[in-house]
């Protein structure tokens, strides 16, 4: 049997761990991520294939920087001025406004690397700088280190990411691609100049010889 005294401890004592247990899963939650944004790793898988890593590039095109904005979906997350003149920082800031705004579909690449959209896609929620930090801790990939070797020789008629890396890297030397992806005659040139300009034969095959070249050799012509 108990007593008024024993039931009123006991009460006490339930109120105490219903309380406990209410704390605890407020914490729980606050402890979640707040959103559920691309990995790190996607986004520079992104930005190597959209440009190499590069936050400073200009292709000549009309995209700039290392997720390739042109002007007017730049200006539409907010941005001032030209993406490949802002600071590392404030570029993974506006890319990241922008995949909430409209998921994947800006990026080309994005398709081509089969990337998903997670519930932040097109969320249409507004980031800070804060939650963007992750993404590329502001450092710029260094543009005179060679990208590894995709392990895979291109030969006219192939489409794939890597070689649009290539592309927009021999736009350092004039050739103003516009970054396809794909390799056509326009590619073939540059290919059998690069190998030309360093003693490899000129087979017009993309192997890891001409593209280690097309970072650490000689420039074509």
Known sequence: MTTPRRAHVLRFLVRAVLVGVAVAGVQFATALPASADPSAA?????????????????????????????LPTWRSVGGEGRPDQASPREQDYRALYLYRMRGWQPWECAGMLGLRGDSDARSKRKPSYRESAYMGNGAPADPTVAPAWPGVVYVHGDCA???????????EFGYGFS?????????????LELQRANG???????????WKAAWDGKPPR
């Open 179 to 191: 970054g396809t992806g794909c390799y056509y005659a326009k590619t073939k040139v540059a290919v």
């Open 161 to 171: 990411p890597a070689l649009r890396v290539f592309q927009l890297r021999m736009n």
């Open 200 to 210: 490899i034969r000129d087979s017009g095959r993309l192997g890891p010889k001409t």
């Open 42 to 70: 996607t986004w520079a898988k992104l930005r190597m294939c959209e440009s190499s890593g590069r936050y400073h590039v200009n292709t000549g095109s009309g995209f700039y920087g290392a997720y390739q904005f042109d």
